[in-house]
Protein backbone atom coordinates (compact mmCIF):
# COMPACT_ATOMS: atom_id res chain seq x y z
CA UNK A 1 0.00 0.00 0.00
CA UNK A 2 0.83 3.59 -0.32
CA UNK A 3 0.19 6.18 1.86
CA UNK A 4 0.72 9.93 3.47
CA UNK A 5 2.84 9.16 6.55
CA UNK A 6 3.41 11.51 9.24
CA UNK A 7 6.36 10.18 11.26
CA UNK A 8 8.11 11.12 14.57
CA UNK A 9 9.33 14.20 13.41
CA UNK A 10 6.06 16.00 11.66
CA UNK A 11 7.08 15.11 7.95
CA UNK A 12 4.71 14.32 5.76
CA UNK A 13 5.63 12.12 2.94
CA UNK A 14 4.02 9.37 0.80
CA UNK A 15 5.64 6.07 1.52
CA UNK A 16 5.10 2.28 0.75
CA UNK A 17 4.03 0.18 3.59
CA UNK A 18 3.98 -3.34 3.79
CA UNK A 19 0.42 -4.89 3.03
CA UNK A 20 -0.86 -7.48 5.26
CA UNK A 21 -4.01 -9.65 5.48
CA UNK A 22 -6.95 -9.06 7.05
CA UNK A 23 -8.08 -10.31 10.92
CA UNK A 24 -11.06 -12.06 11.63
CA UNK A 25 -13.07 -8.91 12.11
CA UNK A 26 -11.42 -6.63 9.72
CA UNK A 27 -12.03 -5.27 6.06
CA UNK A 28 -9.67 -3.67 3.75
CA UNK A 29 -11.02 -1.08 2.02
CA UNK A 30 -9.48 0.30 -1.36
CA UNK A 31 -10.16 4.05 -1.18
CA UNK A 32 -12.11 5.90 -3.34
CA UNK A 33 -11.54 9.48 -2.19
CA UNK A 34 -10.70 10.80 1.22
CA UNK A 35 -11.26 14.11 2.78
CA UNK A 36 -8.46 17.19 4.21
CA UNK A 37 -10.12 18.02 7.85
CA UNK A 38 -8.96 20.76 9.95
CA UNK A 39 -7.98 18.54 12.62
CA UNK A 40 -5.26 17.17 9.86
CA UNK A 41 -3.41 20.67 9.59
CA UNK A 42 -3.28 20.97 13.25
CA UNK A 43 -1.84 17.25 13.42
CA UNK A 44 0.54 18.31 11.10
CA UNK A 45 1.67 21.07 13.06
CA UNK A 46 1.70 19.36 16.16
CA UNK A 47 -1.53 21.03 17.23
CA UNK A 48 -3.65 17.74 17.95
CA UNK A 49 -3.77 14.65 19.19
CA UNK A 50 -2.02 12.06 17.59
CA UNK A 51 -0.25 8.97 17.77
CA UNK A 52 3.07 8.76 15.39
CA UNK A 53 3.80 7.72 13.01
CA UNK A 54 0.77 7.35 11.32
CA UNK A 55 -1.06 7.27 7.51
CA UNK A 56 -3.54 10.57 8.01
CA UNK A 57 -6.96 10.48 6.85
CA UNK A 58 -10.23 10.18 8.78
CA UNK A 59 -12.85 11.26 6.34
CA UNK A 60 -13.09 8.51 3.91
CA UNK A 61 -14.56 5.48 2.24
CA UNK A 62 -14.02 3.16 -0.92
CA UNK A 63 -14.64 -0.26 -1.82
CA UNK A 64 -13.97 -3.54 0.03
CA UNK A 65 -11.29 -5.30 -1.58
CA UNK A 66 -11.37 -8.17 0.99
CA UNK A 67 -12.68 -9.22 4.65
CA UNK A 68 -11.46 -11.46 7.28
CA UNK A 69 -12.65 -14.63 8.02
CA UNK A 70 -15.36 -13.70 10.73
CA UNK A 71 -17.06 -10.51 9.02
CA UNK A 72 -20.35 -11.29 7.90
CA UNK A 73 -22.41 -7.84 7.38
CA UNK A 74 -19.84 -6.82 4.39
CA UNK A 75 -18.88 -8.66 1.23
CA UNK A 76 -16.13 -8.05 -1.40
CA UNK A 77 -17.39 -5.23 -3.84
CA UNK A 78 -19.17 -3.34 -1.63
CA UNK A 79 -18.81 0.76 -1.27
CA UNK A 80 -18.47 1.97 2.42
CA UNK A 81 -18.22 4.57 4.42
CA UNK A 82 -15.48 4.75 7.41
CA UNK A 83 -16.28 5.90 10.95
CA UNK A 84 -12.91 6.65 12.37
CA UNK A 85 -13.58 6.61 15.67
CA UNK A 86 -13.29 3.35 18.01
CA UNK A 87 -14.28 2.74 21.28
CA UNK A 88 -13.13 0.36 23.67
CA UNK A 89 -16.69 -0.30 24.84
CA UNK A 90 -15.56 -1.74 28.13
CA UNK A 91 -14.22 1.84 30.23
CA UNK A 92 -16.85 3.59 32.91
CA UNK A 93 -17.74 6.15 30.10
CA UNK A 94 -18.64 3.40 27.67
CA UNK A 95 -20.73 1.48 30.04
CA UNK A 96 -22.93 4.94 30.73
CA UNK A 97 -22.93 5.32 26.65
CA UNK A 98 -20.64 8.19 26.08
CA UNK A 99 -18.82 6.21 23.51
CA UNK A 100 -17.23 9.99 22.22
CA UNK A 101 -15.49 10.06 25.81
CA UNK A 102 -14.31 6.95 25.86
CA UNK A 103 -10.84 6.51 28.26
CA UNK A 104 -9.63 4.70 25.50
CA UNK A 105 -10.72 5.76 22.26
CA UNK A 106 -8.93 5.08 19.09
CA UNK A 107 -8.92 6.81 16.14
CA UNK A 108 -8.23 6.06 12.33
CA UNK A 109 -6.48 8.23 10.88
CA UNK A 110 -4.83 9.85 14.07
CA UNK A 111 -3.80 6.51 16.07
CA UNK A 112 -3.86 4.26 13.11
CA UNK A 113 -3.15 4.08 9.50
CA UNK A 114 -5.85 6.22 7.88
CA UNK A 115 -7.46 6.89 4.95
CA UNK A 116 -5.29 9.05 2.86
CA UNK A 117 -3.74 5.67 1.34
CA UNK A 118 -5.00 3.42 -1.40
CA UNK A 119 -5.80 0.89 0.84
CA UNK A 120 -7.05 1.14 4.53
CA UNK A 121 -7.83 -1.90 6.72
CA UNK A 122 -10.40 -0.62 9.80
CA UNK A 123 -12.34 -3.03 11.74
CA UNK A 124 -16.04 -4.69 10.06
CA UNK A 125 -17.81 -2.07 12.91
CA UNK A 126 -16.51 1.30 11.39
CA UNK A 127 -17.61 0.38 7.60
CA UNK A 128 -21.16 1.08 6.72
CA UNK A 129 -22.39 -0.33 3.55
CA UNK A 130 -24.15 2.38 1.41
CA UNK A 131 -25.70 1.71 -1.95
CA UNK A 132 -24.08 1.45 -4.85
CA UNK A 133 -25.50 5.00 -6.69
CA UNK A 134 -23.64 6.85 -3.51
CA UNK A 135 -21.61 9.33 -5.10
CA UNK A 136 -17.87 9.13 -4.25
CA UNK A 137 -16.79 12.31 -3.72
CA UNK A 138 -18.93 12.46 -1.10
CA UNK A 139 -18.05 9.91 1.25
CA UNK A 140 -15.73 12.23 2.57
CA UNK A 141 -18.51 14.24 4.09
CA UNK A 142 -20.56 11.67 6.00
CA UNK A 143 -17.58 11.80 8.96
CA UNK A 144 -17.63 15.56 9.70
CA UNK A 145 -21.34 15.60 9.33
CA UNK A 146 -21.97 12.74 11.86
CA UNK A 147 -19.92 15.34 14.18
CA UNK A 148 -21.89 18.59 13.14
CA UNK A 149 -25.47 16.24 14.05
CA UNK A 150 -23.73 15.61 17.57
CA UNK A 151 -23.04 19.17 17.66
CA UNK A 152 -26.49 19.83 16.96
CA UNK A 153 -28.00 17.77 19.86
CA UNK A 154 -25.19 19.50 21.96
CA UNK A 155 -26.92 22.99 21.59
CA UNK A 156 -30.64 21.94 20.83
CA UNK A 157 -31.27 24.60 18.75
CA UNK A 158 -35.61 25.19 18.95
CA UNK A 159 -37.30 26.48 15.96
CA UNK A 160 -37.45 30.73 16.38
CA UNK A 161 -34.21 31.43 18.01
CA UNK A 162 -31.60 33.37 16.79
CA UNK A 163 -28.10 31.87 15.69
CA UNK A 164 -25.29 33.29 14.57
CA UNK A 165 -22.47 30.69 13.13
CA UNK A 166 -18.63 32.11 13.23
CA UNK A 167 -16.44 30.37 10.79
CA UNK A 168 -17.47 28.70 7.53
CA UNK A 169 -15.55 26.30 6.50
CA UNK A 170 -16.67 22.72 5.73
CA UNK A 171 -18.09 22.63 9.12
CA UNK A 172 -19.53 25.43 9.45
CA UNK A 173 -21.45 25.55 6.20
CA UNK A 174 -22.56 22.40 7.34
CA UNK A 175 -24.19 24.03 10.48
CA UNK A 176 -25.61 26.47 8.11
CA UNK A 177 -27.40 23.80 5.64
CA UNK A 178 -28.99 22.35 8.83
CA UNK A 179 -29.62 25.13 11.16
CA UNK A 180 -31.58 27.34 8.42
CA UNK A 181 -35.13 25.25 8.52
CA UNK A 182 -35.06 26.12 12.21
CA UNK A 183 -33.82 29.25 12.91
CA UNK A 184 -35.33 32.31 13.03
CA UNK A 185 -32.71 33.88 11.64
CA UNK A 186 -29.07 32.99 10.76
CA UNK A 187 -26.03 34.85 10.59
CA UNK A 188 -22.20 34.58 9.75
CA UNK A 189 -19.44 35.84 10.75
CA UNK A 190 -16.31 34.97 8.79
CA UNK A 191 -13.76 37.06 7.27
CA UNK A 192 -12.77 34.93 4.52
CA UNK A 193 -15.02 36.55 1.29
CA UNK A 194 -14.75 33.27 -0.49
CA UNK A 195 -16.20 31.66 2.44
CA UNK A 196 -18.70 34.31 3.76
CA UNK A 197 -19.92 34.68 0.17
CA UNK A 198 -20.67 30.73 0.45
CA UNK A 199 -22.48 30.78 3.33
CA UNK A 200 -24.86 33.70 2.27
CA UNK A 201 -25.82 31.34 -1.40
CA UNK A 202 -26.77 28.71 1.66
CA UNK A 203 -29.12 31.41 3.45
CA UNK A 204 -26.95 32.71 5.97
CA UNK A 205 -26.94 36.71 6.62
CA UNK A 206 -23.29 37.76 6.50
CA UNK A 207 -22.56 39.77 10.06
CA UNK A 208 -19.05 41.53 10.40
CA UNK A 209 -18.11 43.99 12.82
CA UNK A 210 -21.29 44.99 14.31
CA UNK A 211 -21.46 43.87 17.86
CA UNK A 212 -24.45 45.40 18.48
CA UNK A 213 -26.87 42.12 18.12
CA UNK A 214 -26.83 39.02 20.38
CA UNK A 215 -28.38 35.84 19.53
CA UNK A 216 -29.90 32.84 21.48
CA UNK A 217 -27.10 30.32 20.35
CA UNK A 218 -23.41 30.81 19.13
CA UNK A 219 -21.57 27.89 16.92
CA UNK A 220 -18.02 28.57 17.30
CA UNK A 221 -16.48 26.65 14.31
CA UNK A 222 -13.39 28.83 13.86
CA UNK A 223 -11.43 26.90 16.37
CA UNK A 224 -9.47 30.14 17.25
CA UNK A 225 -9.36 32.28 20.24
CA UNK A 226 -11.20 35.13 19.08
CA UNK A 227 -13.58 33.06 17.37
CA UNK A 228 -14.65 31.69 21.47
CA UNK A 229 -14.05 35.41 22.81
CA UNK A 230 -16.20 36.72 20.40
CA UNK A 231 -18.95 33.86 21.15
CA UNK A 232 -19.19 34.63 24.53
CA UNK A 233 -19.51 37.97 23.44
CA UNK A 234 -22.32 38.19 21.42
CA UNK A 235 -24.71 35.25 22.91
CA UNK A 236 -27.33 36.86 24.61
CA UNK A 237 -28.42 36.79 28.04
CA UNK A 238 -29.70 32.69 29.02
CA UNK A 239 -28.18 31.95 25.81
CA UNK A 240 -25.67 28.67 25.04
CA UNK A 241 -22.43 28.86 23.11
CA UNK A 242 -21.45 25.69 21.13
CA UNK A 243 -17.80 25.11 21.05
CA UNK A 244 -16.94 23.23 17.81
CA UNK A 245 -14.16 24.18 16.19
CA UNK A 246 -10.85 22.62 17.21
CA UNK A 247 -8.51 25.27 18.89
CA UNK A 248 -5.14 23.98 19.17
CA UNK A 249 -3.81 22.11 22.54
CA UNK A 250 -2.08 24.77 23.74
CA UNK A 251 -4.33 27.68 23.15
CA UNK A 252 -5.52 29.64 26.15
CA UNK A 253 -8.50 32.42 26.47
CA UNK A 254 -9.42 34.33 29.49
CA UNK A 255 -12.90 33.71 30.89
CA UNK A 256 -15.36 35.96 33.98
CA UNK A 257 -16.96 33.50 35.92
CA UNK A 258 -18.85 36.44 37.38
CA UNK A 259 -20.06 37.13 33.52
CA UNK A 260 -21.17 33.48 33.08
CA UNK A 261 -22.99 33.63 36.37
CA UNK A 262 -24.56 36.76 36.04
CA UNK A 263 -26.35 36.46 32.22
CA UNK A 264 -26.33 32.62 33.19
CA UNK A 265 -24.34 31.06 30.11
CA UNK A 266 -24.39 28.14 28.68
CA UNK A 267 -20.99 26.60 27.47
CA UNK A 268 -21.12 23.68 25.35
CA UNK A 269 -18.31 21.46 24.14
CA UNK A 270 -18.85 18.57 21.44
CA UNK A 271 -16.45 16.04 20.79
CA UNK A 272 -16.43 13.50 17.75
CA UNK A 273 -20.00 11.57 16.96
CA UNK A 274 -21.16 9.65 19.62
CA UNK A 275 -24.49 7.35 17.54
CA UNK A 276 -24.56 9.58 14.91
CA UNK A 277 -22.78 8.24 12.18
CA UNK A 278 -25.83 6.30 10.38
CA UNK A 279 -27.73 9.78 10.62
CA UNK A 280 -24.96 11.13 8.26
CA UNK A 281 -25.55 8.38 5.84
CA UNK A 282 -28.75 8.92 5.50
CA UNK A 283 -28.76 12.79 5.05
CA UNK A 284 -26.49 12.50 2.67
CA UNK A 285 -28.02 8.83 0.81
CA UNK A 286 -31.49 11.28 0.42
CA UNK A 287 -29.56 14.40 -0.55
CA UNK A 288 -30.96 15.95 2.70
CA UNK A 289 -28.22 18.74 2.09
CA UNK A 290 -26.63 20.30 -1.24
CA UNK A 291 -23.15 18.91 -1.34
CA UNK A 292 -23.22 19.74 -4.84
CA UNK A 293 -23.17 23.77 -3.47
CA UNK A 294 -19.42 22.92 -1.88
CA UNK A 295 -16.96 24.16 -4.16
CA UNK A 296 -14.64 20.85 -4.14
CA UNK A 297 -11.04 20.48 -4.95
CA UNK A 298 -9.63 17.16 -5.59
CA UNK A 299 -6.31 15.83 -5.83
CA UNK A 300 -4.25 12.84 -6.26
CA UNK A 301 -2.02 11.81 -3.35
CA UNK A 302 1.20 12.38 -4.76
CA UNK A 303 -0.13 15.66 -5.01
CA UNK A 304 0.18 16.00 -1.02
CA UNK A 305 1.94 19.69 -0.53
CA UNK A 306 -0.19 21.49 -3.06
CA UNK A 307 -3.33 19.71 -1.29
CA UNK A 308 -2.82 20.58 1.71
CA UNK A 309 -1.82 24.36 0.99
CA UNK A 310 -5.44 24.31 -0.89
CA UNK A 311 -6.87 23.21 2.56
CA UNK A 312 -5.06 25.85 4.49
CA UNK A 313 -6.16 28.76 1.97
CA UNK A 314 -10.05 28.95 2.46
CA UNK A 315 -10.38 29.13 -1.52
CA UNK A 316 -12.77 25.58 -1.51
CA UNK A 317 -15.33 24.67 0.31
CA UNK A 318 -13.99 20.69 0.25
CA UNK A 319 -10.55 19.76 -0.36
CA UNK A 320 -9.66 15.95 -0.91
CA UNK A 321 -8.11 12.90 -2.58
CA UNK A 322 -9.13 11.08 -4.91
CA UNK A 323 -8.46 7.80 -6.14
CA UNK A 324 -9.86 4.87 -8.11
CA UNK A 325 -13.61 5.18 -8.65
CA UNK A 326 -14.22 2.06 -10.47
CA UNK A 327 -16.03 -0.51 -8.89
CA UNK A 328 -14.21 -3.99 -7.62
CA UNK A 329 -15.27 -6.94 -9.94
Known amino acids: MRGLELDSKLNLSLVDKTDRQPRDREVI???VSSGICGTDNHIIKGESRVTLPVVLGHEFGGFVQDVGKSVRSLKRGD???VDPNIPCHSCAYCREGKFNLCSNLTAIGVDIDGGMSDVCIVPETQAYPVASSFDPTELPFVEPLSCVLHGLDRAAVRSGERVLVIGAGTIGLMFVMLLKEVAAELCIDEPNPVRSGKAATLGGRIKGADRSEYFDVVVECSGTVTGFA??????K???RVLVFGVAPRKAAASVWPNEIYARELTILGSYVNPSTFSRAVEIVSNKKISLSSFDVK???LNEFNDAFE???SGR???VMFSLEERGLD
Open 29 to 31: VRV
Open 79 to 81: LVV
Open 230 to 235: DAIARV
Open 237 to 239: RGG
Open 298 to 300: AYK
Open 310 to 312: ASR
Open 316 to 318: YSK
